[in-house]
């Protein structure tokens, strides 16, 4: 096996083990599978249609009501440290 190969099968595995975090996460519902969950309802605007660009941010507090600001603040740095997801800010 070459170099080249190992480091594809790492990031593979450490995307796997990645994986299984969150799904455990949904599972469990702990505050980062609720806001997993949160963020699922709003990526799908039906079942036919693929997953959108932009999730607004306010969007995301209306829908995340039931979970605490800093438990959400932990998780969306969390999926934003592991590059689930990203944010970017707009000038309105």
């Known amino acids: 096996m070459t170099m080249e190969n190992s480091e594809v099968i790492k990031t593979m595995v450490g995307r796997l083990?990645?994986?299984?975090?969150l799904l455990q996460a949904v599972k469990t519902d702990s505050p980062l599978g609720r806001t997993l969950?949160?963020?699922?309802?709003?990526?799908?605007?039906?079942?036919?249609?693929p997953l959108k660009g932009q999730i607004e941010y306010e969007d995301l507090l209306t829908l995340s009501e039931d979970i605490a600001?800093?438990?959400?603040?932990?998780?969306?740095?969390?999926?934003l440290s592991n590059g689930i997801i990203s944010i970017h800010y707009q000038n309105k």
């Open 69 to 79: 600001q800093n438990d959400l603040e932990e998780s969306l740095n969390y999926l």
């Open 37 to 49: 969950r949160v963020l699922i309802h709003l990526s799908w605007e039906n079942e036919k249609q």
């Open 17 to 21: 083990n990645l994986m299984m975090n």
